[in-house]
């Protein structure tokens, strides 16, 4: 699976926009882009994914560059509760030893604030 | 409500009793996967299974071992618990292990083994 990099932490003011950003220059064309977070030991909350077009549900975007190096996710209205570690994976699901694998890297701790 | 059920949540263990973390989903799922965190390592995969009876090593099996005789059910087992297995566990479970499939984790499970 494609290595990714995030920045280590990031802040937000409650209310603006929260865009996070994630560089998978390695990421092969059968790779999805997945987003998760954990809210303080809790456990990782599925966010959104795409692997070519930008995406978007009722808790964020995804938006994946045109060459799919690199990719952001946003979230609109950011809150108090979206304090939480942020993990960008990309993953293949069904070859060899990383079959249906998650591989987390550090992630990105985004700090929401007043 | 659909979820994944770990118990218990706290555990602690003295050395060499053999312990096992129950994982439940109500989902229908396929696969279904351990994880443990410890700071700085990440959440790193312990074991999976992608059906019934159909079970792997993940990346730190070592010290562990599960079952799926059940679809829903995928307890993970310490025969003989050590100090170097405490840690925060969690089970997570997915529709099919394709790419295009988010996960569902549950709360976790703190152990510590004394």
């Known amino acids: 699976d494609a290595k990714t990099t995030q920045p280590p932490s990031m802040d937000c003011a409650e209310g603006r926009a929260a865009n996070l950003p994630c560089n998978h220059s390695?990421?092969?064309?059968?790779?999805?882009v997945y987003w998760y977070r954990q809210i303080h030991s809790q456990g990782p909350q599925y966010i959104i994914h795409g692997l070519k077009n930008n995406e978007t549900n009722e808790m964020a975007s995804l938006i994946i560059t045109e060459d799919r190096k690199s990719s952001t996710l946003i979230l609109p209205h950011a809150t108090l509760r979206d304090t939480a570690v942020y993990y960008c994976?990309?993953?293949?699901?069904?070859?060899?030893?990383?079959?249906?694998?998650?591989?987390f890297g550090q992630g990105t701790i985004l700090t929401v604030h007043p | 409500e659909a979820q994944v059920t770990q118990n218990p949540r706290y555990l602690i263990t003295v050395t060499g009793k053999k312990l096992t973390v129950t994982c439940s989903q109500n989902m229908n799922h396929e696969y279904m996967s351990w994880y443990r965190q410890d700071p700085g390592l990440g959440l790193r995969q312990i074991y999976y299974?992608?059906?019934?009876?159909?079970?792997d090593k993940g990346d730190v099996p070592e010290g562990y071992k599960v079952s799926r005789k059940e679809k829903r059910n995928f307890p993970l087992i310490l025969e003989s618990p050590s100090p170097n297995q405490t840690s925060l566990y969690f089970c997570?479970?997915?529709?099919?292990?394709?790419?295009?499939?988010?996960?569902?984790f549950g709360s976790g499970t703190r152990l510590t083994v004394v």
């Open positions: 994976i990309v993953r293949v699901g069904n070859i060899g030893t990383s079959y249906g694998k998650l591989t």
């Open positions: 997570a479970s997915s529709l099919r292990t394709g790419s295009s499939y988010g996960y569902t």
């Open positions: 299974s992608m059906n019934v009876e159909v079970t």
């Open positions: 390695t990421i092969s064309g059968n790779e999805y």
